[in-house]
Nanobody
Framework: QLQVVESGGGSVQPGGSLRLSCAAS????????VGWFRQAPGKEREGVSC????????NYADSVRGRFTISRDNAKNTVYLQMNSLKPEDTAVYYC???????????????????WGRGTQVTVSA
């Protein structure tokens, strides 16, 4: 079972920053692309950002491009999502999940491997 643990969420004011972490449990993330997804109340889960197995390919949703940065540290078996200039519309539960390896990655929530973790809550409000 490919399980991940998300952490780093919290409550911040608009314009603030947070760094989310995605740690693998019981397997090595090196062989997988990893995506970050989010789900706001009453909305469908959507892809936010992803990074390929090699780290050479990244992708971002239009709504976060230029504000969020995804990175990976394979030595620590962890993927990060640095979120800057946060907006109230970024409020959601954030999830990460592994996906197919290679030099591509996908923002499609239907393309993940394994099951969803518990996520980490991000709340942006004044």
């Amino acid at each position: 079972q490919l399980q991940v643990v998300e952490s780093g969420g919290g409550s911040v004011q608009p314009g603030g920053s947070l760094r989310l972490s995605c740690a693998a449990s019981g397997f090595t993330l090196d062989y997988y692309a990893v995506g970050w997804f989010r789900q706001a109340p009453g909305k469908e889960r959507e892809g936010v950002s992803c990074i390929s197995m090699s780290g050479l390919t990244t992708n971002y949703a239009d709504s976060v491009r230029g504000r969020f940065t995804i990175s990976r540290d394979n030595a620590k078996n962890t993927v990060y999502l640095q979120m800057n200039s946060l907006k109230p519309e970024d409020t959601a539960v954030y999830y990460c999940a592994p996906g197919p390896g290679g030099n591509v990655c996908s923002l499609d929530p239907m393309g993940i491997f394994g099951s969803w973790g518990r996520g980490t809550q991000v709340t942006v409000s004044a």
